[in-house]
Every structure is written in structure tokens, then in C-alpha cells.
């Protein structure tokens, strides 16, 4: 593998972990707050304003008015998703557990990227399904279910 693959692999699993730390710390602002909606409008607010102030440093151009109008309508959708994922794992990562939670989310994730691959869906190339990525899937699956035994009830709990 590539120096500039193993890179980016590293970075990528760097976004990952920090992925469950967000959800318990959206669940906390969700239950401070008194509904996890106001959780979810909080977080992005902070998001926002996190942003701001990088792009300003970075002196990031905006964006002309004639692209975005000649720009496909689903690329919209990546803001409605940020509100569906957040929500979630504020309501869900309290019932599930952080490891519980973001398993059952990368299974999502993964058969929705199938998805995606299979027919280059929002921008992205196309790249058939093939049988080991079924396979991975299949594991992904089976991790999330042997993870959750418990919570299934095909486990009995642990006694104190």
C-alpha cells in the first residue's frame, strides 16, 4: 500500500473516532436542553460557528450564485442527513451504547454505500457490488448482532 493511502486511511479512521464522542456529547446537550431537537439545532449552530472563522482564515472564496443554480438538486440532501444523523444518535446512542450505536450506523452506512457504488449515485463513480464486499457487509452485519446479543435478549445479562 502506498504511503499517501495508509495517510488517508489513518485520517479517515481519525474522523471515525471521533464520531462516538459526538453522539454522547449530542445526547447530553439533547437532554440539557430538554428535547433532542434543540440538541440537534445547538450542535450545528456550533458547527457553524466553528467553520466560519477556518474558512475566514483560509480566505475560502464564496461560492457564485450561477453554480449553485446549475448544480443538481440532490446535492441538498447532505444538510438534511446531517439533521437526521444527529437526531438519531442523540435519541439512540443513550439506548444503544457508543459501540451499539455506531455499529448499527456503519451498518447503515455500508449498505447504503453499496447502494451508492452499485449505481454512482450522488456523484460518486460507479463500482459494481461484488461478492467480497457482500461478504464484508455480511460481517459488518454479523459484528452488529453479536454486539448486541444482549439487547436481542439471546444473551442473559450479567449478574452484580
Known amino acids: ?12 479512521v481519525i474522523s471515525g473516532a471521533v464520531v462516538p464522542f459526538q453522539a454522547g456529547a449530542n445526547a447530553a446537550l439533547g437532554r440539557t436542553l430538554g428535547h ?3 440538541g440537534t ?4 449552530c456550533v458547527s457553524f460557528a466553528c467553520i466560519v472563522p477556518v474558512m475566514v482564515l483560509a480566505k475560502v472564496q464564496a461560492p457564485t450564485p450561477s453554480y449553485l443554480a446549475q448544480a443538481p438538486r440532490w446535492i441538498w ?4 442527513v446531517g439533521v437526521v444523523y444527529i437526531t438519531g444518535a442523540l435519541m439512540l446512542a443513550p439506548k444503544l451504547g457508543a459501540a451499539g450505536f455506531i455499529m448499527a450506523a456503519i451498518a447503515g452506512q455500508m449498505l447504503a454505500s ?11 463513480p460507479q463500482k459494481p457490488v461484488s461478492w467480497s464486499r ?12 453479536v454486539m448486541q446479543l444482549q439487547a436481542l435478549g439471546l444473551k442473559p445479562h450479567a449478574s452484580s
Open 134 to 145: 457482500l461478504a464484508g457487509l455480511g460481517l459488518i452485519i454479523l459484528g452488529l448482532l
Open 36 to 38: 433532542p431537537l434543540w
Open 114 to 124: 453499496i447502494v451508492i457504488d452499485q449505481w454512482g449515485l450522488v456523484g460518486l
Open 1 to 12: 500500500m502506498q504511503t499517501n493511502a495508509l495517510f488517508l486511511i489513518f485520517a479517515a
Open 77 to 80: 440532501i447532505g444538510g438534511v
Open 41 to 44: 439545532l445547538v450542535s450545528l
